[in-house]
């Protein structure tokens, strides 16, 4: 069952640099909350230590004592005395199923750069000297926090009728001294276990991705991306103006194997109007913004572009632990759950995998456009409430188990590029005579590739994301019933 969650929202803005010899500092205000709205504005001042232990944060350095003590500074910050009380009260009000969602908006680049998931708060009545983890927003199960980007509009969603959640997937690992080794295989491997078994998920991963396969696999569309491999932040999280513009990028490859990084700005234009309603960045530092301009961080940046929600990372982050968490969220996500949920549910899962101190736990950051909750809306299947959508009502009956690999072999090996143009047309006009429900355009050219075996595989992933591939498998084999795969 999908949690039901209720909207706490607190504006920052107000921030004042510290230069001149000015404290640094910024206003705070309950905008929203289940007992109550428009709360007066409190100061909070942010004081050399913050940033000293900001930096240790950054550089991983800090144990457990010391990751409390930055959270009860981050908590004393974000919720002064007046939204302390707001927020305690609001979870009083929480029934079973319920959930807080902490919505925090910024009118400064510098204050969203601070990483405000590690807040703590000591709840009323605990001892302090036990100091519980769940005194992390991050870590208790009952709340959850989400940043907001300033001049994005809700969406309308459409249902998701009569075809699978189309994920899509790509996965980048350089092979050169500058980027250590990631161990993408592993977290393929969790990824499909994660969504094993769930109906009407229809996933396509590719190794090795460029731009240009990005620019491909998007042909068709995709409801969910998901990019693994490193990620990279050039100049100082929270930098204020008159300091070094920073720059977000993933790292792709290049044709000759090489790193190719893409930038927010180009991975947004990639994605925009392909329908992308979830990204997930699982990437270092992709979460990171200059706290100067708006496009430097990629998922802001993202959000801006119309992509309604983004997951990114905000440091550094273990191999292990980004796979702990993919199959964590995945699972959550394929489940029903909102994809609040489902990030505290890969949240708790780095937890479990490389404890308290490694601090990745905190490191994921969770943006959504406006004021949307449903990504997936129900449209005759199953309603997951306030996440994700899981359709329940047949997709098509054409799909087929055979094995892809040899099915793309033997095409290569019986096709012309003429003869696959036919072929193409006549599994589009099978699927319009067949009656079903989305009917599709079938062509090389929609698929895209730069060589016959690529141009194959596209063509079969693209049909597979729509459980019709069992149109190009009748198609092969009416056509030419001496091929064997």
């Known amino acids: 069952m999908a949690t039901r969650l209720r909207a706490f929202e607190l504006e920052i803005f107000d921030h004042t640099s510290g230069r001149g010899g000015k404290a640094e500092g910024f206003s705070v205000r309950v905008a929203r909350s289940p007992v109550g709205d428009l709360a007066p504005p409190e100061k909070a001042r942010i004081g050399p230590e913050v940033r000293t232990k900001l930096r240790e944060l950054a550089r991983g350095t800090l144990d457990r004592d010391g990751l409390v003590g930055l959270g009860e500074a981050l908590g004393d910050l974000l919720f002064p005395p007046t939204a302390r ?162 720059k977000g990028s993933i790292i792709m490859l290049d044709d000759t194997g090489q790193p190719r990084p893409l930038s927010a700005e180009d991975l947004a234009l990639n994605l925009s109007n392909k329908g992308v309603r979830l990204a997930l960045l699982g990437a270092c530092e992709s979460g990171m913004a200059d706290g100067v301009n708006p496009w430097s961080g990629l998922a802001a940046a993202l959000v801006r572009a119309g992509i309604p929600a983004v997951v990114a990372m905000q440091f550094k982050v273990l191999d292990v632990d980004v796979i702990a968490f993919s199959r964590a969220f995945y699972k959550s996500l394929a489940g029903g759950q909102a994809v609040d949920a489902a990030v505290i549910a890969g949240r708790l899962a780095m937890y479990n995998e490389s404890g308290v101190e490694s601090r990745d736990w905190g490191v994921p950051v969770l943006y959504l456009g406006g004021e949307q909750g449903v990504l997936f809306p129900a449209g005759g299947g199953q309603s997951a409430g306030n996440g994700t959508h899981v359709v329940t009502q047949p997709v098509s009956t054409n799909s087929s188990s055979v094995n892809q690999t040899a099915l793309r072999n033997a095409i290569v090996s019986a096709y012309t590029l003429d003869q696959l143009d036919v072929l193409c047309a006549d599994i589009e006009q099978a699927i319009k005579d067949a009656g079903e429900a989305h009917p599709i355009k079938v062509s090389l050219d929609m698929v895209g590739g730069a060589t016959l075996p690529g141009k194959v595989q596209n063509l079969i992933q693209y049909l597979d994301g729509y459980g019709y591939l069992g149109y190009l498998v009748r198609g092969v084999r009416a056509d030419r019933p001496n091929l064997s795969f």
């Not at 731009?211 to 990620?231: E, K, M, N, R, W």
Request: no cysteine; charged share 20%.
């Open 85 to 246: 009380d707001y927020f305690f009260r609001s979870r009083e009000r929480l029934s079973a199923g319920e959930s807080l969602r902490v919505q925090l908006r910024f009118d400064s680049l510098a204050l969203s750069a601070i990483p405000w998931e590690y807040t703590y708060l000591l709840r009323p009545g605990t001892d302090p000297t036990q100091r519980p983890l769940d005194g992390f927003l991050a870590l208790d199960g009952q709340t959850s926090i989400v940043r907001g980007v300033n001049g994005t509009a809700p969406p309308d969603f459409d249902p998701i009728v009569g075809r699978p959640l189309k994920l899509v997937a790509l996965f980048s690992d350089p092979a050169t001294a500058e980027y250590p080794r990631l161990n993408l295989d592993d977290e393929q491997a969790k990824m499909q276990e994660g969504l094993a078994g769930v109906a009407n998920v229809a996933a396509t991963f590719r190794s090795d991705a460029t731009p240009t396969t990005l620019q491909d696999v998007l042909v068709g569309g995709a409801d969910i991306f998901h990019f693994s491999g490193h990620g990279g932040f050039e100049g100082e999280l929270g930098a204020t103006r008159g300091s070094q513009v920073g």
